[in-house]
């Protein structure tokens, strides 16, 4: 188990250390006018989620245990926003199409609520 938690949390780190480099490269390019460097790595994210769940889930290529390293530990620090994606577009193929519109704008709208909540809660301090 420590064994699991420690290659979950090099992972992390280098998810984290990719986020940062993809970000600030096309930051570099594109500058700051739209938040492109987060959107391409919101993206890839999504991208590379759907790709490592079908080549370890539909095509058994990637082991359970190294699934969930490189799912938990790698995308988890790249990108949460992939696994909001992939958890709605889940109930999307499963027909669910209420649930998943209820998914996408609870979490967006308490998501908006939560930030300003925290900048107010913050500017009293």
Wanted: with cysteine; glycine share 16%; aromatic share 16%.
């Amino acid at each position: 188990m420590l064994e699991k938690l420690g290659l979950i949390a090099l992972a992390g780190a280098a998810g984290t250390l990719a986020r940062y480099w993809i970000s600030g490269f096309v930051y570099g390019l594109a500058g700051r006018q739209f938040p492109w460097g987060t959107a391409t790595a919101n993206i890839l994210g999504c991208f590379l989620f759907g790709l490592i769940w079908q080549l370890g889930e539909g095509r058994m290529l990637i082991r359970t245990e190294t699934r969930a390293i490189i799912l938990t530990g790698f995308m988890g620090a790249f990108t949460t926003f992939s696994t909001f994606i992939f958890e709605s577009g889940g109930l999307i193929e499963d027909g669910r199409y209420l649930t998943a519109l209820a998914n996408v704008g609870f979490q967006t709208v308490l998501g908006f609520a939560a930030l300003f909540g925290g900048l107010m809660l913050g500017r009293m301090f």
